[in-house]
């Protein structure tokens, strides 16, 4: 089953995209293995593990955390908190309260 999520890519702004809600998929759009950042109120920021090692370009900042690479936002299933639940239109503009894109670099 595919889910929404915020997608941030290096030098490009944010989008919602739609993504299986497999660890497979997962790690094709982040291009390798999965970081989980632990975001409040469920929310998950997905990174590729080795991004840094692979001289990825920066993508987001989120508190004091630089990202590298393909990065998205999901949300936990509240139901079933192994899984992830994907993110309605509320959760969408919520996410973003926490994620600093950058957009170029200097």
């Not at 987001?60 to 590298?68: K, P």
Request: charged letters at 20%.
């Amino acid at each position: 089953m595919d889910m929404n999520i915020l997608a941030f890519r290096p030098h490009e702004s944010a989008r919602v995209e739609h993504v299986a809600n497999t660890l497979e998929a997962m790690q094709a759009l982040v291009g390798g293995y999965i970081e989980l950042v632990f975001l409040p109120d469920g929310y998950i920021a997905v990174a590729n593990e080795e991004g840094i090692m692979q001289d990825l370009d920066p993508s987001v900042r989120i508190g004091g955390q630089l990202l590298v690479g393909t990065v998205f936002i999901t949300k936990i299933d509240p139901a079933d908190p192994e899984n992830f639940a994907g993110l309605t239109d509320s959760d969408i503009a919520a996410a973003q309260q926490w994620v600093q894109p950058i957009i170029a670099v200097p």
